[in-house]
């Protein structure tokens, strides 16, 4: 790319994100002409209020706005943030056998959740690694509502419908839903609460961190789980689309241009600083939850049992010990970023940067990555090479910002 | 300057798609945006000002636009040479990391230490308070093969367009 233009790399990784998701689209979705990309409900209203559209996971979906990724990340702290992550794919699962059919596929415990709660679990693979991350919540014996990633969409269709055949075929009761027909929302921060109280007569204050409840917010019957990808106090709200546009003025209105739109950019520096993982980067295929610091999502009554996919070397790792760890990283310099090597301070390498940047709200850099396990505790000091030139870092506790989940005192 | 994105999943290149979108950016890219008069362009987006014997180089504005905010910088030592399509360094932004090429040949002899601390003002000020590094020509004649204000501002509409 030396003297090349701007935009013939960025060609070159738009081209890469749309041929990933190359399949059918359901009927709500609009295409954008030309460059094949998906666009949400809020596609127009994104545009409308200055939204820099780029391409992700097939969607053309608002990076940032007007302000820039930094103010739009501080702002989600000090206010609060409205996203729009209906790119993400919402499904329900019913049936008599839902919960039991769950558990084949995740390491939850979804029999000990009590109705109405939900957890983050991980989807697993025959060598125990990663399908991928998701949210679950038990609405009721009968049906389980989860959200998995918009890039792994169609991976997890595939798996979820090839196991449920099987399932079904041995006699089991499962049939599940794609909620195609809504829009899913995140609203975060100190803000959150009070700005959705005015939308719905339900008493907020009585949902917990990890609950849901379906109930009416601004005139539609909405799923609302109080939970986030920020770190901060938040919902993520599935609503019918063709009331997403209302629900995100609404909530814009309320909040007197306090809660601002907020981009994916600004997304991924709160996660980052929250220390949540991305599925793509921190968690992979051939990363087990162990290795990826998840032990605590799987069940206890799993971890006895198994029957999940990769029980058996997902369990002997719980034994044995992994053998690399996902720790966190401050460093100086540059901000360390995926795929940059971690070295210990002799210059032997020992892991791998698997997300970084700089995080707007501490004004350092923050990265995530794999260490062998022995040199992953916390104060640990490493070099970390950034274009081939090694910066002081060290290994740091996790999360970098302090998480405000909203929890019963 | 070459822009190089890292793999994740959210870095994506700052790219604007839609004719929507590229109506809000239309105002932006009016001429006195695209370049500052007496300054000479790189088709790498970096721009020198020559004056006497001394030459001093920076990104242009267009470069910052897309870059977003740049939140590191790092630079050659003074004394230090520089080539002609060589990079010298790079530019790191919230999401992306670029290197910086250097659109002519000679020795540092000045380096801007206040990005160190205020890397920011590479977009409030890309072409005043946003100077990089002053270097003393080792070939004048190099400067005539870089593009003026106009073609410049052509070649920036040429490239936006051209996705």
């Known amino acids: ?409 | 300057m070459a822009l190089r994105m890292w793999a994740s999943s959210t870095a994506n290149a700052l790219k604007l798609s839609s004719s929507a979108s590229k109506s809000h950016l239309l105002p932006a890219f009016s001429i006195s945006r695209c370049f500052s008069s007496g300054l000479k362009y790189a088709n790498s987006h970096e721009w020198v000002k020559h004056e006497g014997s001394v030459a001093t180089i920076g990104i242009s504005d267009h470069a910052q636009d897309h870059l977003g905010e740049v939140v590191f910088v790092e630079l050659p030592e003074e004394k230090s040479s520089v080539s002609k399509e060589k990079n010298f360094g790079a530019v790191e932004s919230v999401k992306a990391t670029s290197e910086i090429i250097s659109p002519i040949s000679g020795e540092v002899i000045e380096v801007n230490t206040k990005l160190a601390d205020s890397p920011g003002l590479i977009n409030s000020s890309p072409y005043e308070e946003g100077w990089m590094i002053k270097v003393k020509p080792s070939n004048p004649a190099e400067l005539e093969s870089l593009m003026g204000p106009k073609e410049y501002t052509k070649f920036c509409e040429e490239e936006d367009a051209a996705h």
């Not at chain 1, 003025?249 to 994916?264: D, F, Q």
């Open chain 1, 1 to 409: 790319m030396r003297g090349g233009s701007l935009w013939q790399l960025g060609q070159s990784i738009t081209r890469r994100l749309a041929q990933s998701d190359k399949k059918p689209l359901s009927p709500r979705r609009h295409f954008a002409s030309g460059a094949d990309l998906k666009k949400t409900a809020l596609y127009d209203f994104h545009v409308a209020h200055g939204g820099k559209m780029v391409p992700f996971a097939g969607w053309s979906m608002p990076i940032q706005y007007k302000d820039s990724i930094i103010d739009s990340t501080v702002n989600c702290r000090v206010n609060g943030s409205l996203f729009d992550v209906a790119h993400m794919c919402g499904l329900s699962l019913k049936g008599k056998d839902c919960v039991p059919f769950l558990e084949t596929l995740v390491v939850a415990d979804v029999a000990g959740l009590a109705p109405g709660t939900g957890s983050l679990t991980v989807f697993t693979n025959e060598k125990g690694g990663a399908i991928d991350d998701s949210v679950i919540t038990k609405v009721t014996d009968e049906h389980i509502y989860l959200v998995v990633n918009a890039g792994c969409r169609d991976k997890d269709l595939a798996h979820i419908e090839e196991h449920m055949k099987a399932f079904k075929s041995k006699g089991g009761d499962v049939s599940w839903h794609i909620h195609d027909e809504r829009s899913l929302l995140a609203l975060q921060g100190p803000l959150a609460a009070p700005v959705l109280q005015h939308l719905t007569k339900e008493d907020l204050s009585k949902l917990y961190f990890g609950q849901f409840q379906i109930l009416d917010i601004n005139g539609s019957t909405c799923f609302l789980t109080r939970t986030g990808y920020t770190g901060e106090d938040g919902f993520e709200i599935s609503v019918p689309s063709e009331h997403a546009v209302d629900l995100a003025k609404a909530i814009l209105e309320k909040s007197e241009g306090k809660v601002r739109l907020t981009g994916l950019g600004a997304r991924d520096s709160l996660r980052l600083e929250a220390g949540l993982s991305l599925y793509g980067n921190d968690m992979e295929q051939h990363i087990s939850p162990v290795e990826a610091g998840l032990t605590w999502a799987i069940g206890k009554r799993r971890r006895a049992e198994g029957g999940f996919l990769g029980a058996d070397v997902i369990l002997k790792q719980l034994e044995d010990e992994p053998t690399i760890r996902r720790v966190r990283f401050f460093s100086s310099g540059p901000p360390a970023r995926s795929h940059s090597e971690v070295h210990d301070e002799n210059g032997n390498k020992i892991g791998e940067i698997t997300s970084g940047g700089f995080s707007p709200n501490l004004k350092k850099n923050i990265a995530m990555g794999y260490v062998k396990s022995g040199q992953h505790k916390n104060g640990t000091k490493v070099k970390i090479l950034v274009r081939g030139k090694p910066y002081e870092g060290n290994i740091t506790k996790m999360p970098f910002v302090a998480t405000k989940y909203y929890k019963p005192t």
